[in-house]
């Protein structure tokens, strides 16, 4: 930890270009006194957002027999109808991303040209991955490679002259080792380069506008090259309403994921029922332990609890490495590196596409999901990332966690498969949050790493509930950093009330479908977000 972190992270060290505006962080605040709490919330963002909130959580649980066909063919209008939309987005992402990693902006410093970084390495990574990937890893580390090998093995199904296998590009039919490329190279599509980019380029039009520019750490605050002092009004409202909206369904679909896998394992080990009732009662039970999390603060409680999950994943991975496939797991990661690049080119292409059910069904639902999370991740990441220079933030966010990410799929996934080649069609055939336990049931000591496997999807649980609620409260507080507690337990349990009224409105599908809805009209923001953060690097004073 650096000597900077008793001073106010706001103010810049060294050179900076920042932003002259009468704007004053949370002028636009009501501080009220109710018994013994205290709030400060920014008057209409927190009570638009808020009253939302809670007229969706009773309405869905008042009609949640009513819901669930509603929900499905929304998510599926949207991404079957919006697909090359979002392909396209996450394509200018990457390729922003990159950019800035050669570009001369990548001299830019955030916080100031004499700006210290406030986290080291391990922790920064830390945090950076349990954030930004946890509970997803978890659950579709065996399952995703699995699905996409299995459909591309089972080759193109045409029926009235449309395919409806969901294998991606043109399947590999009959071909184990090309399915297994194929299978690999779709993805690392989805969980390498593109959604990092998605992380990479909020999180630093956040962190830039904040530590260099002296703006509130709100969404708002990164269009001020473009809208100037109208972001203190509708204009600015509307994007962060939209920001808290798309975070809190964003975290709803991964808590309804991690409930979902959580609850499968249980049943595995302990036989406990698995259905529904077992999942509220876990999102209950973790988002009261992300509410003591939230209580505790950033570096007692997120910061701790990432650095114990980290040393449990990677223990799990190294498990695995070593009692399962060694030599196909180790040989397997850059071949399937290779694989992903070979087949970059046609995964990312949005129009024209053959395997529309994998690029409407897999890839734009991924992309929204992704974008829903960004602003949750990215103001996250811009938080811990005070000191870093721009190329430094770009290389370390999106090339660290895509290569830890390629690791992570080439040991679970890659052990899988060579399982299902190998004869073992357990895992293959177990329902999908179930597949991770399932994989390792033939491995040595599968009750004790099964039981592992649960407490890292419990703690990523946490994790993401515990810093969501943090950023979803700073942007609701008008930019306030470190508003007071009960605002962040407030936002804490919502987001465990939305998990559970559409669970029970619908499952999954209805968990997918608000990620969807809110990623799209997100998606536009962050576009223009880009070029205004460009707007913002371009004046900012370089490192020699």
Not at 35 to 43: A, Q, S, T
Not at 135 to 146: K, N, R
Not at 416 to 444: C, H, K, N, R, W
Request: charged share 10%; proline share 5%.
């Amino acid at each position: 930890m650096s000597e900077h972190d008793s001073k106010d992270p706001m103010i810049p060290d060294g050179e900076v270009n920042p932003i002259n505006t009468d704007y004053q962080i949370g002028q636009d605040n009501i501080e009220l006194k109710i018994g013994p709490f205290g709030l400060d919330i920014h008057n209409r963002v927190f009570m638009i957002s808020g009253l939302t909130v809670i007229a969706f959580v009773i309405l869905t649980l008042a009609f949640q027999s009513h819901l669930e066909p509603g929900f499905n063919s929304m998510r599926n209008w949207l991404t079957s109808n919006l697909d090359w939309f979002f392909i396209s987005a996450g394509n200018i992402f990457v390729l922003v991303c990159l950019f800035l990693i050669v570009s001369p902006m990548g001299k830019v410093r955030l916080g100031g040209t004499e700006a210290k970084p406030d986290f080291s390495y391990l922790g920064w990574f830390s945090m950076l991955f349990a954030a930004g990937m946890g509970i997803g890893l978890m659950f579709f580390g065996v399952s995703e490679p699995l699905s996409h090998f299995a459909s591309s093995m089972g080759g193109t199904v045409m029926e009235n002259g449309v395919r409806t296998d969901w294998a991606p590009l043109g399947a590999a039919a009959g071909d184990a080792l090309g399915a297994e490329r194929l299978a690999m190279a779709a993805t690392i599509y989805h969980w390498g380069l593109h959604p990092w980019a998605i992380y990479a380029v909020i999180a630093l039009g956040l962190a830039l506008f904040s530590y260099n520019k002296g703006l509130p750490l709100t969404m708002r605050s990164v269009f001020y090259p473009l809208l100037g002092e109208r972001i203190w009004g509708w204009p600015g409202h509307i994007i962060d309403i939209l920001a808290v909206f798309a975070t809190l369904f964003g975290l709803a679909t991964s808590l309804g994921f991690g409930a979902s896998q959580a609850a499968a394992g249980l049943n595995y080990l302990f036989d406990l029922p698995q259905g529904t009732t077992t999942q509220v009662l876990l999102i209950f039970g973790i988002t009261m332990i992300a509410m003591l999390s939230v209580v505790a603060g950033l570096e007692a409680g997120v910061k701790r609890l990432s650095e114990i999950n980290m040393s449990l994943a990677v223990l799990l991975m190294l498990f695995v490495i070593l009692v399962g496939p060694t030599l196909a797991i180790l040989t397997g990661f850059f071949a399937n590196l290779a694989a992903y690049f070979e087949h970059l080119p046609a995964l990312s292409n949005p129009i024209g596409r053959e395997d529309s059910n994998f690029a409407s069904g897999w890839t734009a639902f991924y992309w929204a999901w992704w974008i829903s999370w960004s602003p949750f991740v990215g103001m996250f990441i811009a938080r811990v990332s005070r000191g870093r220079t721009v190329r430094e933030f770009m290389i370390s966010v999106l090339l660290i966690p895509s290569a830890a990410c390629v690791l992570w799929m080439t040991v679970f996934g890659g052990t899988a498969i060579s399982q299902f080649v190998g004869g073992y069609t357990g895992a293959a055939e177990a329902a999908l949050p179930l597949q991770l336990f399932s994989m390792l049931d033939v491995l040595p000591l599968a009750q004790i790493t099964s039981f592992i496997a649960i407490i890292l999807v419990v703690v990523f649980f946490v994790t993401s509930s515990d810093s969501g609620s943090l950023v979803i409260d700073t942007i609701a507080a008008g930019g306030k950093v470190n508003a007071p507690t009960p605002q962040r337990v407030f936002w804490c349990t919502f987001e465990g009330l939305i998990a559970v009224a559409l669970l029970l409105g619908g499952g999954l599908v209805a968990l997918q479908a608000m990620a969807v809805s809110t990623g799209f009209p997100f998606t536009i923001v962050l576009l223009v977000a880009c070029v205004a953060t460009l707007k913002g690097l371009a004046s900012e004073p370089r490192l020699g």
